[in-house]
């Protein structure tokens, strides 16, 4: 298993010879998606979801009903390599095993509408690791690595502590990190790890292009 942050909320997840890359959105390389398997976009926000992006790799794009309504409209070209999936549902790329979770976009403020949302808990042979998106949904399972958002407009430090404390991944991966400068990613970091370590458990952020 080789799991590579790669700008913002992407991740690359190699396992078993299959390739997934997870939300390769505006703050990513476009190149991020290159000899993927498989395109997993957990909603339709620009830091997630980029069409010329997704038509630099020839994969199936597993994402959900919002997002494919926006690559109907603005990306027709890409609609045959559309996979929709429903909050719950399972699904399979080649040695890795994957499943919809949620189904709502945090709220960013109560006078907005919540768009549509869902993570991905994916399986590589036994090992499980979770995506949330732009939410605070849980995978409602016990996971070994939480990909946690860090920064948001939507998001408090105070929300990202409680829930990887309420996910109790013993690893957790720093996702969502291009909102704040690195003065405040740091002491984002010192928070969390503050907070989880005495739990057992760790807390990495990584540079763009490392792997876990």
């Not at 045959?80 to 080649?94: D, I, K, M, N, Y």
């Given at each position: ?26 703050f990513t390389a476009p190149d991020a998606v290159d000899g993927a398997d498989a395109v997993l976009v957990t909603h ?14 020839d994969a199936p794009v597993h994402t959900i009903e919002g997002v494919a309504a926006h690559v109907r409209s603005d ?7 559309l996979q929709v999936v429903a909050p719950g549902e399972s699904f399979t790329v080649g040695s890795i095993s994957v ?114």
């Amino acid at each position: 298993m080789r799991i590579t942050k790669l700008g913002h909320a992407c991740v690359r997840i190699e396992h078993e010879g299959t390739t997934v890359v997870l939300d390769p959105g505006g703050f990513t390389a476009p190149d991020a998606v290159d000899g993927a398997d498989a395109v997993l976009v957990t909603h339709e926000h620009p830091d997630h979801y980029v069409a010329d992006t997704l038509r630099r790799a020839d994969a199936p794009v597993h994402t959900i009903e919002g997002v494919a309504a926006h690559v109907r409209s603005d990306a027709p070209d890409l609609v045959e390599r559309l996979q929709v999936v429903a909050p719950g549902e399972s699904f399979t790329v080649g040695s890795i095993s994957v499943r919809a979770v949620g189904e709502l976009h945090a709220v960013i403020h109560p006078e907005l509408p919540r768009i549509t949302n869902s993570g991905y808990l994916l399986d590589l042979g036994g090992t499980k690791v979770f995506h949330p998106g732009d939410a605070l949904t849980g995978p409602g399972e016990p996971v070994d690595l939480l990909l946690v958002p860090v920064s948001a407009p939507w998001l408090r430090v105070a929300e990202a502590i409680d829930f990887a404390r309420e996910v109790g991944a013993p690893r957790n991966l720093a996702i969502h990190d291009r909102v704040y400068s690195e003065a405040g990613l740091g002491i984002v970091d010192g928070h969390l790890q503050r907070f989880l370590e005495p739990a057992g458990q760790t807390y990495t952020r990584l540079p763009d292009g490392h792997d876990l």
